[in-house]
């Protein structure tokens, strides 16, 4: 039955009519947040952002465009292994295959960064030529924290073995052992402040193949614009600075996947989580329906 006069569906977007034949994205929500170690909460993550995204103006100014026209299909929300983080990563990894073998474009929502592992497993599967674009404050590249493997601590050490075509982008906090290592895969947030963000989209599409997957740790955000994340870490990018690299670089690449991770809501605050799903609207806006126009 229809109720009249409804409120926007629970679905990234509130889309009234979700078709998974004819959608492009297929969105997977995972509330998992298993494996943090500071502040847990990101299984909150997922359903924040959808309530959020219910009441965002689907148009979109910069690119004159509704890019939930392409098809936006949000799939019911993967249920968290709990036994272990390592069969968790497996669990998403299968999910995306399918996804793939679907010819859709994958966009999680975590949960923590580790769900970003099983995206990658899913892809490496693929033999595709890829280059990923990692968003976050912190590394996350230690071998392992407190005995394990799988830890969001360590999501960025297991997709380079999965995949070693990345850049870390925006890294205020690293491990010594990690920064000793100096890896021209890293580009500091301190870096980016001086060569700003247009030095950064040439950079970036430069060195990146023309297929792309992002994986984005909201952290990479500044806390004062997102201080819904469980390791928040001062001096992150704007969510302006974030709209203007990818509406400099996305026009030019091929969107693969992408993951959204490390919101972990505070109740009472929706800021952050309108912000949260802004952003994803946004980057589907610039890497699916164009051009920004000139302001
Ligand atoms: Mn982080």
Known sequence: MHVLNSLPPHNLFGIEEQ???TA???VLPIPYDSASTYGPGSRFGPDAII???RYLELYDIDTRSDPTKLGVFTLEQL????ASPERMVRRI??????ILQDRKVPLLLGGEHT???GAMDALSNTRKEFTVLHFDAHSDSRDELYGSKYCHACAMARIAELHNDYYSIGIRSIDKDSAMRKSNRIIYMKAIHSMGIKALAGLLAMKSAKNVYITFDFDALDPSEMPSTGTPEPDGFRFSEVMELFSLLLPKKNLIGMDFTELAPMPGMRAPDFLAAKLIYGTLAYAFAGKPTKA
Request: hydrophobic share 45%; charged share 30%.
């Open 24 to 26: 492009r994205i297929a």
């Open 93 to 98: 990894s299968k999910e995306v295959s399918i």
């Open 115 to 117: 769900v970003a592992v």
């Open 51 to 53: 309530e959020a995204s």
């Open 19 to 21: 078709d998974y034949k």
């Open 79 to 82: 249920a968290p292994d709990f």
